[in-house]
Structures are given as C-alpha cells and as structure tokens.
C-alpha cells in the first residue's frame, strides 16, 4: 500500500518473467498446439494452407501475448478509450472499403491479412467500459447521466457489426459490454428494463433479418425441417460427435469432416471435428482446458488491485467462457448456428489476435497486480 | 494514499467480487450443461450416431449378376449373356470437353445431335457421373478406341454384358428381357434384394419362368463417399454369382426352319416327342425380335408390334385358343370305342346333311360321304358320321376323354401366357354360361367346334398320347432328367412278347400310367389317321410321304370362324375367296413315323382355309426335318446319364 510508486512501474525483466502466471500460459500452449493437431486434421492430414497459417498465426500472436503482458497495465488503462476508437474506425472503414464475402462485408483487406474488426471490438468494448467504470464513483454508476455513454458506445458497434451482417459477433460484442456493466454495479432492475425493451422490439429486429438468419433460427427450432438445406450443419454436427462415442475414431479418421459432411470444420465446427475424432475424453480434455484457463483469469483478476484491472478480468473471463459456450452449444445442437468462433481453436486471424490481445492484458494485470492505473 | 475514493474502491471491489461470483456461478451450470449434453450425444446415443455416420459414409453400388444362358438340346445356345462394348465419358477427367468430341466424332459414327444430348446431360450431372456416349459399340469401333485412348482423356471403354439371342426363331417360348418396372418389383419378391438399376429381367416365356434361378446373386461395391456423393475409396466388393444356365428339349435347328417356314404368315407349330414328352419345336409366328428388348424398346418397333394384326407378340402354340375342329374327332371316335357306344364297322349314312332337333347339320362335303364307318368317318373326316357318334355318346363322356388326352388344363407350367382352354359339358355350361345344355350342342362339339377351344400345343399332346400306344406323357421343355420309361417299356415288351404278367401291372412297373381301357382302340384310331393321310380319299392325301421313314399319320381341322349361311353353302363358296379375316384357321395334327412313333405335331394357321391345304403341307416339311435330326437327338439322348 505504500510501495513507491516508481519501483512498481519500472519492474526488472526478471521481476516480471517471474511474476508471469505460468499455469495459464501453459494452458494456452496445449490449447494451441490441440489446434494444430485439428486443423491437421481438416486439412486431411496434410501441412496444407489452413494447418500452416493457422500455426503461424498462433505463434505470432503468442509472442504478441508476451508483448502485450510485458506492458503496464497503466498503459492498457491509458490507452483504452484511444484502442476502442481505434477498433471503431476500423468498423467503420469495413463499412465502406470492407472486403465482401459470402454476403457479409466484415474484412478489411491489410495485405498481409485479412482483418476482421468485429473480433477486436469484442475486446475494445470491455476495455473502453471497464476504463469508464473504474473512473465513475458508485454512487453514480446507476444515474441516467452515467449511463447514456456506456449505451451509446455499446450499441455503435453492434449495430455497426450487426448490419455487415454478422448477428454472431454483434450479440457477442454485446454481451461482453452488458457484462461490464453488471459487474460494475448497474441495477439488475436496468438490465430487466432493457431486456423487455429488447423484446418489445424483437418483431421490428426479425423483419431486418436476412432470410438466411431467419431460416437459421427457424432451422434451429426443428433441425429436421429441411435436412438438406439449413439443418443440414446442426445435424451433421451432431453426427460427428454422436459418432466419436467414447474414444473417437482417432486422429485423422473423422469420417464426418474427412468426407466433406461436415460444415465450416476449421471455423465453427472445429470442435466437432476434434470431438469426433477423439470422443468424449477428447471433449472433456479441451474442457478441462478452457476451464482451468478461466479459473486462472479469475485469479487474476481476484489478485489485482485495480478496479480497472478486476472490471477487465472478470469480463474478459466471463466473455471468454460465453465465445466458448456459444460455440459448443451451438455445434452440440443447443443454439442455433449464430457463427463464432471457438477462441484459439478455430482458424482465424482477427479472432485468435483479439483473444492473444486480451489475454495479454490479463498477464499484463498479473504482472503489474500492485500498480495502481491512476 | 488513503484518498476519500479508496473507501469507495474497496467498496466497489467488493461489489465486482460479489457479482463475479454469480456470474461463476452460472459459468459453473452451463459448463455441467456442456458436459451432459456430450454424455448424452457421445455415450448414450453413441450407437445412433455411429449408424447415422456409417450411412453417410458407405454407398453400395449393385452389380448386375450374369444371367445363365439357355441352351438347346444340342447345348447350343440360344440365349447368352455376351459382352457389350460401350463407351463411357467422365467429364471431370477430360481436359477440353469440345476438342474430346470432335475427336471422337472423327473416330464414331456420332451426329451432332447426340454430340449436344451428350453435352445438356453433362451440365446437369456431377463432373464425376458417367456419361454414355454409345451403348453398344462393334468391336471394330471398339479397338479403334482403344488404339486412339491415349489421345481421349476422359473416355472410359467399359466391357459390359447383355442378353443376347442369336436370332428371332425362338422368340415366344424363350420370352425376352427387359428393364425392371415398379410393378415387378411390387409382385414378385425375389427381386427385392436383387433389383439393380438397368437390370434386365424376364418379362415372358422362359425366361419369365426361369428367371429366379436364372439371374444369378446380385453382387455390390461398397464405396466410401463424400458429402457430395463422389466415390473416394472402394471399400468392399462382392462380384455376386451369375445365375444357373439351363438345358432345354428344343432344338435349334428345327427352331429355325419352322421359323422361317411360317414366315409372314400368323401360325403356330409345336413338335413333341411322344414317349417322354420333350417339345422339340415350338414355334410362333410372325415373330418378334428379342434383342430389340433389352435395351429398351424403339418406340416405332413396338408400336408396329402392337398394331400388327397378326399379332406377333403372342405366343400362339400356348396362348392362341382355336376350336379344335376335326382334330377332335380322334378323341370323340376313341371315347366312343372306350364307352362302348360303337363298334368299328358300325355305320351311318352321310347324304351331306343330317336334321335333329329343329336344326340342320351340315357336312363339309355337301354331296355326304355314303356310308361311314369308323375308319372313312376319320379318313374323309365325315361330319355327319360324327354328329352320330356324339349324339350317342353325349357331350359328358366326350369331355372326360377330351380331359384325358390334355383338352382344357394347361400343358406346362409357370408360363403365364399359356391359356387353359375349354373343354364343354353339361356343368361347365351351367357354371359358366349359366344355361342348360342343348343337344345340338353336343352335335358341335363333336367336330370340334361350339364352346371347344384348345391351344396347338394341347392338340399335340392329344395326338402324341395316342400316338405313343395311349400312355400319360408330361411335356416339358426344360431338360432336367432322362426320361425313358415309356420307350424302355416297348422295348422289354418286344423283346419279352409273351410276358405274363398283364398289361396294367406291367407297366406300373414302368412308372407309366395308361389313358385307356382297352389299347386296341387306340390303335384303330392311329390306322385310320393313318388312312386319312395315306389312303386316296384322305383330307392330306395330297401331302403324305411314299418312304416308310417319313410316314405319318394325321388328321386334318378347319376351325371356324363365321358360320356360312345357307346362302354361301349353296353357292359352294370357297374360303379362299371369303375376306382374310373370315377365313377358318387351319389344323393339322400328326404322328411320325407310323410305323414307329416317334414324334407328334400340331399346326395351325390362322384363316389358313382347311387344314389339309394350309396346316398339312407345313407339317410335312417339318416332319421330315425332325425325323432327319431323330437319330442325332436320340444319339445325344443316351450319351447324357440317367440324371444332369
């Protein structure tokens, strides 16, 4: 409490390799090299474009991870409003120079990748909030006044994102904003409030919807309405898993996605892929994995002094788990196919950058547990 | 540092501490949740999914099994299943589509039309799905194919096989095949595991009747596909097991020459051996053309088929139904005999017309025969002498023989064309008609004509039962066992004549079974057929053989059609000039030779006229080819062991 403040800000490298939370980062290594096994797998067992730059990615943004931990965290806090800004450009440079790809504009064309705006936002909207809760006193937190910035920066984005189209992201943007503010203290109360609205507004929301979105949630209501067309994804899905049984059929023998039968198996479904073929262990392996990877940033975020800190966590944490949860609800047949990414397993650079990203700032929470930001 | 807002930070921390942990909480259930549902997918519906998976994966492609081949007396064949070159196309592995056909037009003869069939049907199939560009390809376009294959990436040359007959002689008793349709795979259930895509089965004849045995056991690939249905691996493969060939009593060669004796012509010919009962010929014309059949039929031939009047796609030997006409008279005489109503020298007057019951009754020869016995009744075939004889008798006691001999029921078995025919009496017509017998009915039925209707193959049987001594013979045309019962018979009985054991227990010891009560009868029958073909006077007098090797015995039949009126029989007109479809079928029945029977044979001729200028002369000629080919069957028979 009355560490100066200058030996906190300028840790020795020593100081802060040693304070790195190696649990979590070993965690995310196994995660990661599973994901090279898989998309090994998609690719038909060979080091083909998929397996190769999904390895790549991983490694780079890896790195970018130790970068990012390495920085103090008062940096993070400083820089938030300026990273959400930042991210909100891109958006709305998708919008006009964005690249066009199966009827949704979502990328933005960077030469050496592809960038996908949307994922970082999920990011830059828990920054941004949590730097905006950390500042306001408690007492101001449920006043309209307090309110009316948190709703606006999280409802430019979504809308942003939600008419590329891609609902996925959007509503997952938007949870993340909604959880920020919950675990900063807003009224249960407001949240019911907006939910009914929310509802109320449902009908006008579904005649903006593609007919692709309606037939997906029609689809995801009674999956054997059409078994060809729209269905055709969840019950493929769940025939790989149902099919991996206990054991899987091994490495490389999933005949669901050897065989073409199985949608998007580098995206959304790699976990079906993985399931299929190394069955119910294999699931509960990666599970296990991405429960033991939350419950370290949840420590994290426990030992840190910062509200900033905490609020970021926290979010970052329970956003985390919802990408996860969404996406193994979503290919165990559980929710309708909304399209997100399973975080660090599933082929994709914006998304696997924007989790690194995060996570980065975690460690950089760690590391700089006692800094106070301001 | 103990700032006014730190008081209001641990607070605050507190807060963010209270809510994580519900928000864990919650975590805590959807990651249970999470793993349920993987219990319930992978462990307790594991099973489910696996089927599911497996029937996504694995695709069974059918293989056509080898049809058997069927085979003459002589083995040889005159159905087989022979190969079929054909060409094939996968467009996925042509490299210039356009360039390929203008090739393969330089090396076929294709039309630009089938060159843009070809091309519609490749745009809208699958770049892996085979296309046929020809059917069936001769050998000579077939190598030249393949001499110029390096050249045509993308054609495949496949052997495949196909029914093949070698000629329409035998068109009718072999039937044909053709493609599977929905009815035949909802009535006969042999074909339910069995039923390949392009496969032919037996529609009539034999091969209708063989088919179960003779389309052998399907086989299968079994292929793992991919999602779109292409083959990435064959898994399994099963060649299946061509079907049973089978050996019949018809031979080829006799096949052929009636065949082309009746061209043109809408006629019937069958030819039996009269001790074991083996169909030698059975022929039906005008004949079809069988191999049109297998690869689905040109729709102009068929419509010719089914517009001819004469019918070709009948089997007439089996399915025709004529009314016996004089032919009968042999069973009418012989039940006569056998029931005691005459005596052979017992005689009746003919003066051309008889009147009985109101009604007059005419002969053929309207200036009457004189008087008539049973002999010159057969010999002139005395219409008179007959409504006498059936008078007495009674239409009742005539139907028992007429069934006796193989009238009214069905000669073979399992051909479904083949018709029973009618045998008339009294409660037949009471069943059927719904109406008592008149007398003068019975007068008809005892030349042949009225309700009577027999198939040329019936007649055959009639005429050879009486020909082999009077003995029960089974027809058949399938030859599953040597039959020599009957001719091992005569054989012990000329060698041992004074045998004495008598005649009905003795041949109980030959698995023989008699049709009469007393064989002397018969034999007055086979002599007075003797003298209507031989002796002056006789119907087909005109067409006997002077050398005792030939020798036959027959009776002429007209069949009639129209009745005459009273008018046309005064005007003594002539069926040659009565409209074609007026005219009577003509009937020729017969036994070879005479002196030792060997074969029996039955013609007719639809609106031929009468049977001694129509029927006879065919019969002739076909009595002389058998009787030429007789030593090389029976050679043929004693080579073959007692069972094949």
Known sequence: MLQPRSIQSSLGIRDKILSIDYILVFSILILGITSMFAMYSTDGGEFKYHTNSHI???????????????????FWHETSYLIYIGVFILLLGVKYFGLTSSGSKRWLDLYFMNLQPSELMKIGLILFLAKYYHRISIEGVNSFRYLLLPITVLVAPVILVATQPDLGTSILIAAGGVIVAWLAGVRAKFFTISGIAMLALLPIAISFLKPYQKSRILTFLNPERDPLGAGYQIIQSKIAIGSGGLFGKGFLNGSQSYLDYLPEKHTDFIFTLFSEEFGFFGSLFILLLYALILSRIIRIGHMTRSNFGKLYCYSFATAFFIYVAVNMMMVLGLLPIVGSPLPIMSYGGSSMMAIMFGLGIVMSCKIYKDVPVN | MLSPGSGNTVIKSKLIGRRMFLITAAKAVVMVGLVGRLISLQINQATKYKSLSDK??????????ERGAIKDFFDTKIASTEPLYQLHLVPENAKDLDNLFVRLKAILNITDRKVSYLKRVIKKQKPWEPVIVSENLDWSDFSRINLFLHELEGVEPIVSVARTYPDNSSAHILGYVSQISTKDLQTKEYLQDLAVPGMAIGKTGLERKLDEQIIGKVGYQRYEVNAYGKRIREIKIDQGQAGKSFKTTLDYEVQKFTNDLLKDKAAAVCVMDVYNGDIVSLVSSPTFEPNEFVHGLDKAYWNSLIKDDKKPLANKAISGLYPPGSTIKTIVALSALENKIIRPLDTFRCKGKIELYGEKFHCWEKEGHGIVNLRKGIQRSCDVYFYEVARKLGVDRLSETAKRFGLGKKVLSDFIEERSGVVPNTKWKKK?????????????????????????????????????GGFKIKPRIIFDEKNDHLRNYLKYKN??????????????????????????????????????????GGTSYRHRFENPKYTFAGKTGSSQIKRFTEA?????????????????????????????????????????????????????KVIKKVLERHELRRSVNNQIGESV
């Open chain 2, 495 to 536: 060698e041992n004549p004074n045998e004495p054991l008598p005649t009905d227990l003795l041949v109980s010891n030959f698995n023989l079974k008699p049709l009469f009560k007393n064989q002397e009868h018969i034999n007055l029958i086979k002599d007075a057929m003797f003298s209507s073909s031989n002796e002056p």
């Open chain 2, 568 to 620: 046309q029989r005064e005007a003594e007109v002539k069926q040659e000039s009565l409209p074609y479809k007026d005219r009577d079928h003509a009937l020729f029945v017969a036994f070879a030779p005479y002196k030792n029977p060997q074969y029996a044979i039955s013609v007719l001729v639809e609106h031929g006229g009468s049977g001694g200028k129509a029927a006879a002369p065919i019969a002739k």
């Open chain 2, 432 to 468: 059927f008609i719904g109406q008592n017998w008149y007398l003068g009915e019975t007068l008809h039925s005892g030349i042949g004509q009225g309700y009577f209707q027999s198939t040329p193959l019936q007649l055959c049987l009639m005429t050879a039962q009486i020909a082999n």
């Open chain 1, 56 to 74: 790549l990615r991983f490694f780079v943004f890896f790195g970018m991870f130790f970068v990012v931990s390495f920085i103090s965290i008062r």
């Open chain 2, 56 to 65: 996504n994966r694995f695709r069974e492609w059918k293989l056509a099994p």
